[in-house]
T-cell receptor, first 113, second 115 residues
Framework: GENVEQHPSTLSVQEGDSAVIKCTYS??????FPWYKQELGKRPQLIID?????GEKKDQRIAVTLNKTAKHFSLHITETQPEDSAVYFC????????????FGTGTQLKVEL | KAGVTQTPRYLIKTRGQQVTLSCSPI?????VSWYQQTPGQGLQFLFE???????NKGNFPGRFSGRQFSNSRSEMNVSTLELGDSALYLC??????????????FGPGTRLTVL
């Protein structure tokens, strides 16, 4: 079945710096790649997603890039702020898989003042 | 629109008991997926229901089951609870249309503790 690897598991940056989280998927049929942010004690929240027919997508300080050939996608956060501190999960799904999402193991991002 | 709701929010059970969790999706959403979240295993897919039918199933034992009602509300049941079933159980709501890219939105989860 699909496997999604996520790196790094922890990431510490200074406020204002950029943060990059990388994920690799195994099933070349995967075509939808969402990113979720989960603050402590709260539900995962969808922050951005990308479809396989797009190479990059931006939403203010957040961007996601997709390399289908290499089967990896990345989350980029610019001008990090303390409120960006959370666990970030990448996920993948494929056609015919219904709404099944296969998640990466998560990245604990800490933005230090 | 109201978000995804789950009840109860917290549960404490003992080994061998059974438990039923409930999820009400966003109005108009027909797909409900269930996930188990633990520190060691992360987010793992349990199953998905769409239009009252199980459309997908993860690699969990038969003690884990679910159903969906005509109003799209879903329940999951865990029988013969084990200590390892302690986890946060999350449901996710989506439009569910086959072939579409389906954004999914999570509920707040039910924290199950098995003693």
């Amino acid at each position: 079945g699909e496997n999604v690897e996520q790196h790094p598991s922890t990431l510490s940056v200074q406020e204002g710096d950029s943060a990059v989280i990388k994920c690799t998927y195994s099933d070349s049929a995967s075509n939808y790649f969402p990113w979720y942010k989960q603050e402590l004690g709260k539900r995962p929240q969808l922050i951005i997603d990308i479809r396989s027919n797009v190479g990059e997508k931006k939403d203010q300080r957040i961007a996601v890039t997709l390399n289908k050939t290499a089967k990896h996608f990345s989350l980029h956060i610019t001008e990090t702020q303390p409120e960006d501190s959370a666990v970030y999960f990448c996920a993948a799904s494929k056609p015919g898989g219904g709404n099944k999402l296969t998640f990466g193991t998560g990245t604990q991002l800490k933005v230090e003042l | 629109k109201a978000g995804v709701t789950q009840t109860p929010r917290y549960l404490i059970k003992t080994r061998g008991q059974q438990v039923t969790l409930s999820c009400s999706p966003i109005s108009g959403h027909r797909s409900v997926s269930w996930y188990q979240q633990t520190p060691g295993q992360g987010l793992q897919f349990l199953f998905e229901y769409f239009s009252e039918t199980q459309r997908n199933k993860g690699n969990f034992p038969g003690r884990f089951s679910g159903r969906q009602f005509s109003n799209s509300r879903s329940e999951m049941n865990v029988s013969t609870l084990e200590l390892g079933d302690s986890a946060l159980y999350l449901c996710a709501s989506g439009i569910g249309t086959s072939g579409a890219y389906n954004e999914q939105f999570f509920g707040p989860g039910t924290r199950l503790t098995v003693l």
